[in-house]
């Protein structure tokens, strides 16, 4: 089967990028592990608002239960 133009350019990207990885240090590779690890957590506003929200729930499950949920 044919490889289209997108498939192509997709495999010649990723050998270059695997072609640069090989000549990086074992910290060169630990510190973008870091960078992208530190990048991908959830920021402090996005943990207040999960626990807003799970309050909420709880907080409406606790006052507003209805006459049929025991």
């Not at 050998?15 to 240090?25: D, E, P, S, T």
């Not at 530190?38 to 929200?53: G, K, N």
């Amino acid at each position: 089967m044919k490889q289209t133009l997108k498939e192509h350019l997709r495999e010649e990207r990723l050998q270059r990028v695997n072609r640069a990885w090989q000549y990086l240090h074992w910290w060169h590779r630990a510190w973008l592990f870091l960078l992208a690890f530190w990048w991908s957590l959830p920021t402090a506003i996005e943990i207040v608002e999960w626990v807003q929200d799970r309050t909420s729930v709880w907080i409406t499950y606790q006052l507003y239960k209805a006459h049929w949920v025991k």
